[in-house]
């Protein structure tokens, strides 16, 4: 899967979640091995050192 790809939904695993004065913030880690972090207004995704590019 390439940074530009979105994860598949059903591939995600929520991680954790809490509630902040903005919102819920979500945790979420793909079984390719990058993370999201979604709230309400923003979804971002960090990928692991290996599928970086160099």
């Given at each position: 899967?390439?940074?530009?790809?979105?994860?598949?939904?059903?591939?995600l695993?929520?991680?954790?979640?809490?509630?902040?004065?903005?919102?819920?913030?979500?945790?979420?880690?793909?079984?390719?091995?990058?993370w999201?972090v979604?709230?309400?207004?923003?979804?971002a995704?960090?990928?692991?050192?290996?599928?970086?590019?160099?």
């Amino acid at each position: 899967m390439h940074s530009s790809d979105p994860h598949d939904p059903f591939a995600l695993t929520l991680v954790s979640s809490h509630r902040t004065s903005e919102g819920l913030v979500s945790y979420l880690r793909c079984a390719c091995g990058a993370w999201e972090v979604r709230t309400s207004r923003l979804v971002a995704t960090a990928l692991p050192t290996r599928m970086r590019p160099r």
